[in-house]
Structure formats: C-alpha cells, structure tokens
C-alpha cells in the first residue's frame, strides 16, 4: 500500500503516446480519466499503465498483435504505420495478382486497400491473405486466370462430359471450392480437383441411373450416349459435337431415359423410340431428311391408288 501511495506522490513524467492512447481510443477513457489528476499529473509510470491497457476489453478483443499496432501507429507516428501498411497491401496485390485478380477494377482495389490494413494490423503470411480472400464469394467471382483457372477449366470440362450444363456460378463455386472455404470455427478447407471430380461423378451417377455403374467406373456419359447424339445429328443434320445437354432432346436425359411402364424404373431408353422422338422434334420439319421422308411418302400413296411412281 505505501508503494502505490509513493507512486502516486512520485506524479511521474508521462511520454506523450501514452497520453494520446488513452485520450483518442474511447474503450480506453476510462483509464485516462483514472491516472490523470486533477493537476494534469499522472498516478502512475508509463509500465503500469500499460499493464492496465493490456487488461482491458479493448486489448483482449483486438489481440496483442492488432492492439499494439494500433498503440505503435500513435507512438511512431503516421508516417511509420502506413509504411506498413503499404508493404502489406503490396503483398495482398501479389496475391490477388496470382489468383487472376484484377487490381485496377475498383471493387477489386478498394477491397485490397483494405484488406492490406488489416493484414498489417494481423501480420498475416501471404498464405493468409489468399485464404481472407477465398472466403468472400464477390472477389472471388471476379477471379480471371490466374493460378486455379487451368484446374476450374479442368473440372468444369469434366462436368460437362458427365452432363451437367456448366454454369458461370459453378465455375466460381469450383475456383473457390479449391482456394479453400473457410468453416464457422474460422478453418480454411480445400477441395483437390480429384474431390469435386468424384462428387460430380457421383451426382451423375445419380441422375442418370441407366448408366450409374459406368458412370461410377468412369466412364463418361458423353460416351455412353454417343448412339443417341449420332441419330439426333444425322437425322436433325447436325454436328454431334455441337448438340448439348440443354437442347430440348437431351435437357434432363429425356432421350436417353424412360420409365419402365412394368416395373416404373428408369431405364436407358431403347434406340427404337429415339426415331420418334426426333421426327417430333419441331426441327426436323426442316431437314432434308423430313422432306425426302415426305416424298416418299407421297409416292408410296400414288402407287397404291394406282397413279405413276
């Protein structure tokens, strides 16, 4: 008690940071207005009042690294904190850079700007960085090139041999899936190209379930319904490669699939039905093929009535 007592008659010098801490951060008020008295004096030496700092609120919520340099901004000057953080955001367009960000657009620069202050005030490694941008769905949507573009092209040419149309949104979703998501308990978790390969395969394998062991085999449905898109093109007079999984024939396996009327299972649809399908297709009316069948037709019609062929 007597030591506390001599502190406070000591009224040490106070350097001026510590005065500037106290009065400029509100969750700090309260101990300026404990240490100071009446006189402009301070209670106690600089140490112990940094002792009180670091018990408060302010300091635990912060973090010790966050905390202190926001007190070394004060302490150091202006000049000395954003220097720093200058060299944080330089870092952060490093790795926005590698991603296929696009720092000039400016949503992408104000992000940036921000996030390199707050990887200054955190110390956050580069690996860091690319995790905080991983986690937010509008940078990462902006993503063009980059490191992960080779392996997002990757996939979604796989999806699309499995039958699945491949959205801008599932692009995204696969690109961010591989940067790595970041759970509620704050841990950043990555899918490998080989993960979202096997989940894409065993959605197919689901939805088209004539040819789900194949499928899970790994075979891809492009091949096994090679038979279906080659009647499509020869009697629509297409290209087989450019017919895809949203036109009318094939959106949702309607060519390639039908219920068993007995047992009201899907099955792969027999290539005896497939013919019928297609002449009913608004686009066969005009075709060659349609015109030529007509003819014949109209031939077969005036032999059996007797007229010439």
Known sequence: MADKKEKEQETPPMATWIITVLSTIPEL?????AVKKPDGSFRYDAAVIAGMINDTDWYRLNGPTVAQKLIDKIKG??????EGVNEFRQSASKV????????SDPIV?????ALGENAFLHNWTPQQIEGVIASNPDI????????YTAQTQDISDWANTMGFNVTAGDRTNYTQ???GLVNKGGVRVRSTVDDIKAEIRDNAATRFAPFADQIKAGVSLWDLTSAYRQKTADLLELDPD?????????KDGKIFQSTDATTG??????????????KADDRWQFTKNADSTYMNYGRAMITKFGGAA
Do not use: C, H
């Open 29 to 33: 008020n309260a101990i300026y207005q």
């Open 109 to 113: 620069s104000n992000y940036l700007a």
């Open 96 to 103: 926005a850079t590698e991603l296929g960000l696009d720092a």
């Open 140 to 147: 990462i949507a902006k993503v063009s090139g980059g490191l």
């Open 177 to 179: 899936r591989l940067l």
């Open 242 to 250: 450019t017919i895809k999984w949203d036109d009318p024939l094939f």
């Open 77 to 82: 000057g202006q000049n000395n904190y954003v």
């Open 265 to 278: 299972k899907i099955i792969a649809r027999p290539l005896w039905e497939v013919d019928k399908m297609i």
